[in-house]
């Protein structure tokens, strides 16, 4: 149990924008900042970040929140396992009760596979530095490849023994469990007996975006036909091959500073990049590239070159996949290395400038580059260049943006010498069958006029939410704020009435409640407080332990549209909300207590069409009075609005 001051201290600490930048790029965007939301596939930018009130808001997926939220979000944590998070991040102390026993059985299971993971790659790190079998074969190994120990030791780089089950029983004797071990596939567990999954193998851990050790591949020294090279470990609770990206925790920062991704295959490409001065390199870990992997890369830059060896047949094979990245927005280069050479080995073989200038001067646009690729294979063979017409085609029919695909279309025009407009003619084909296949999820077919109307379950709706949630968003920002002035006890005595107090006794003396269970309880909320000096409304609900709390209260709070400076420029007079808070205030109360009556007003109307129905004409008689009366509210209300109509 982390203790309330303590909890204060991390939240004070949490600079939002701090947090969110190790994920996020992000622009200044006015006072906000604004990046691309890493919650969900997006091309254009709707995710904003509001330094000042210490929130974060998607405007296209809706998530929202102050750091905690985020990074519970971002890495799947609970509300405690966030602030630990932060509080290590910012260097803050927390005091806890050991552990019991039950406790331990009760741990997040997720988290234990962390944590039996973390151990591993200590374990496997520390026998490759302190051991003689580690030195000897793993340490070796790195050195004769020419891997420094300081990139060893910044990928934390390790050696697992070579035997039966070496790893396995110190991990055991250490307290950690079979069960975790073998979910994690750090071991392998039969009825009758256990193994190191990676015994005798030169370990490459592989870090989540936040640097948590998550997974393992492992390299096999020894030359036997019958076992794999490489070995990784297998999918779990916290491994998705398909969502990760071999350094991308080492490579964030540089692929921010320098706006490009550099994308490899293996481990040692990306070390032996790393070595040669080129950081922002991450690695596909020998996969395919997912749609998942590129979304990674797109939360840090737009612009990512492809490294390839000279092996033509490996390129053609690869290339295929690589529409996906197109299809996700990104600018897509290609990097061909000299004939017999990998990333790997080309970095050895030159200095960092070298390396610097010879990717400055051969990278090339991916559809250019594809396009001469293939031309070669289609001299004096028509079919088979209406086919490799058809294949760029179809590559940049997937680019969103038209301008680039524009350039695209002129620039294979050029090389292919077909004429501009047939290939905008096949492209434009082409999204028409895409749009015509595939439908976004969320969008339902707009019904045809006079069509007979499908029978379905309506959710609960909550008829007073717009107004609810504008008078709450008025209680966070001008709480304590003073409006009006009244005659107090004595004569001649005057009485401030706050924000706070004039919205919350209006909506209790009428007897108002809310259909929102979470909304009603924000109302009560703020009533505990009236008369609380010291509380501050906008960090006790943005900060608040309910994560359905926080998250509303950012919503309020969050603002997509800043005021316009030209009317400023122009010489116009603007009134802030807070100078007319006299008048507003009570403009929504009222709006609020109209909406109430109207609504009231429609199921006493439903309730009389019932009653006639049913020859009830007592009922009836009751639910006239009561609409009878309510009438009067509206026109008094409607008066107070000014006859403004609640439709």
Known sequence: MIDQATIDRIMDAAEITEVVSEYVTLKKRGVNLLGLCPFHNEKTPSFTVSPAKGIFKCFGCGKGGNAVNFVMEHESLSYPEALKWLAAKYHIEIQEDEETDEQKLLKDERE????????????????????????AIGLSYFRERGIRDDIIKKFDLGYCPDGKDL??????????????????????????????????????????????????????????????????????????????LYGIFQAK??????????????????????????????ASSGTSLTPDQIRLIKRFTPNVTILYDGDAAGIKASIRGIDLVLEEGLNVKVLLLPNGEDPDSFARSLSSGQLHQYVQEHETDFIRFKTQLLMK???????????????????ISVVPDSVTRTVYIQECSRLMDVQEEVLFSEVRKLQSRQSGEVRKPGFAERPRIGATPVQQAKPEINKCEVEEREIIRILLKYFHSEIFEVEGEQPGETESVSVGRFVLEEIENDGLQSDNKLISRMFDLFSQNLGNESFKPIQFFINHSDQQISKLAVDMLAEKYTESKRWKKGGAFVESEEDILDLIVPKIVQEYKMRKVKNMLHELGQLIKQASHSNEPEKVMEFQNQYINLKKVEKNLSEQLGNRTIT
């Not at 920062?253 to 490899?264: A, M």
């Open 112 to 135: 234990s596979m962390m944590i039996v993971s973390a151990f591993a790659q200590k374990y496997f790190t520390q026998y490759l530095w302190n051991e003689d079998e580690g030195r």
């Open 377 to 395: 294979d289609t001299e004096n063979d028509p079919v088979e260049r209406a086919r490799l017409i058809n294949d760029i085609v179809r590559s």
């Open 167 to 244: 790893f396995t029983r110190q991990a055991q004797k250490q307290g950690y469990k079979i069960e975790f071990l073998e979910k994690t596939g750090l071991s392998i567990k039969r009825d009758d007996w256990v193994r190191d999954r990676f015994a005798g193998r030169v370990m490459f851990p592989i870090h989540s975006i936040s640097g948590r050790v998550i997974a393992f591949g492992g390299r096999v020294l020894k030359a036997d036909k019958n076992t794999a090279k490489y070995l990784n470990s297998p999918e779990s609770d916290i491994y998705h091959k398909s969502r990760v």
């Open 253 to 282: 920062r540089e692929i921010t500073i320098k706006d490009k991704c550099y994308l490899v295959e293996g481990y040692t490409d990306v070390l032996s990049m790393h070595q040669s001065g080129i950081e922002n390199v991450v």
